[in-house]
């Protein structure tokens, strides 16, 4: 099983954004897709903290995918369904055999500035695509606003990413907010999180 420090510790705050979001709507079975579930940390823990939703985790590395296994075997999980290989800079008719307008929730924590803009486009077509009517998209990360980053310490980080992949860095809200309207998706509440990290929810209209 992988282990991410930072999973661990930012899984529980992220769930309580999560729990907010949804908590109208926990009377329903609700079904989520997560994109780039990484070790599975977040994945196993959500499920346990939201049992009234079925979660889908997803990635495109085979190592991810096998720790993900294994944390659901260790668990016990009920409500997370085996992972799948999923690619989301693809078209959403490649993701997976995931159906049109068949999610309630779509997760991406660290997935847009560790992915080329490709992957960025993918995710809101896609969540254009699968949510259901209303459903909610929630990105975790790190930003640009408007063409600024700020403070030094995300200047550093873009940097450190760019350098890693020419491909990767700190995505800009405004380009998603226009990406996501592209798709019939609206940038519905920016939340502050840590360290200067932030959750976007995304609605489907
Ligand atoms: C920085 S890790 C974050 C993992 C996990 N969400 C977390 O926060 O611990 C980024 C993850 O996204 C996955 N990834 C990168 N590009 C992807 C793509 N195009 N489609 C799906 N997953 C992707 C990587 O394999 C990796 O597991």
Same mark, same amino acid.
């Given at each position: 099983?992988?282990?991410?420090?930072?999973?661990?510790?930012?899984?529980?705050?992220?769930?309580?954004?999560?729990?907010?979001?949804?908590?109208?709507?926990?009377?329903?079975?609700?079904?989520?897709?997560?994109?780039?579930?990484?070790?599975?940390?977040?994945?196993?823990?959500?499920?346990?903290?939201?049992?009234?939703?079925?979660?889908?985790?997803?990635?495109?590395?085979?190592?991810?995918?096998?720790?993900?296994?294994?944390?659901?075997?260790?668990?016990?999980?009920?409500?997370?369904?085996?992972?799948?290989?999923?690619?989301?800079?693809?078209?959403?008719?490649?993701?997976?055999?995931?159906?049109?307008?068949? %999610?309630?929730?779509?997760?991406?924590?660290?997935?847009?500035?560790?992915?080329?803009?490709?992957?960025?486009?993918?995710?809101?077509?896609?969540?254009?695509?699968?949510?259901?009517?209303?459903?909610?998209?929630?990105?975790?990360?790190?930003?640009?606003?408007?063409?600024?980053?700020?403070?030094? %310490?995300?200047?550093?980080?873009?940097?450190?990413?760019?350098?890693?992949?020419?491909?990767?860095?700190?995505?800009?809200?405004?380009?998603?907010?226009?990406?996501?309207?592209?798709?019939?998706?609206?940038?519905?509440?920016?939340?502050?999180?840590?360290?200067?990290?932030? %959750?976007?929810?995304?609605?489907?209209?």
């Amino acid at each position: 099983m992988l282990v991410s420090p930072q999973a661990e510790r930012n899984w529980e705050s992220l769930s309580l954004v999560l729990e907010d979001v949804l908590e109208n709507q926990s009377h329903r079975q609700l079904s989520a897709l997560e994109l780039g579930s990484g070790t599975g940390q977040h994945v196993i823990r959500f499920a346990q903290k939201m049992p009234f939703v079925t979660w889908q985790p997803s990635d495109i590395k085979e190592e991810s995918l096998e720790s993900i296994k294994a944390y659901i075997a260790a668990t016990h999980a009920k409500n997370v369904q085996q992972p799948v290989h999923l690619d989301a800079s693809q078209p959403s008719e490649q993701w997976a055999g995931v159906s049109r307008d068949s %999610c309630d929730v779509i997760v991406a924590i660290n997935l847009l500035q560790y992915s080329s803009f490709k992957t960025a486009q993918g995710v809101f077509n896609g969540a254009g695509q699968v949510l259901k009517q209303n459903g909610l998209l929630m990105t975790y990360g790190v930003y640009a606003i408007n063409g600024t980053i700020t403070p030094s %310490c995300n200047e550093n980080l873009d940097a450190e990413l760019r350098k890693l992949n020419p491909d990767w860095g700190l995505p800009d809200i405004d380009v998603l907010r226009q990406l996501a309207f592209g798709n019939g998706v609206r940038l519905e509440r920016i939340i502050e999180m840590e360290d200067y990290f932030k %959750c976007l929810i995304f609605r489907k209209t």
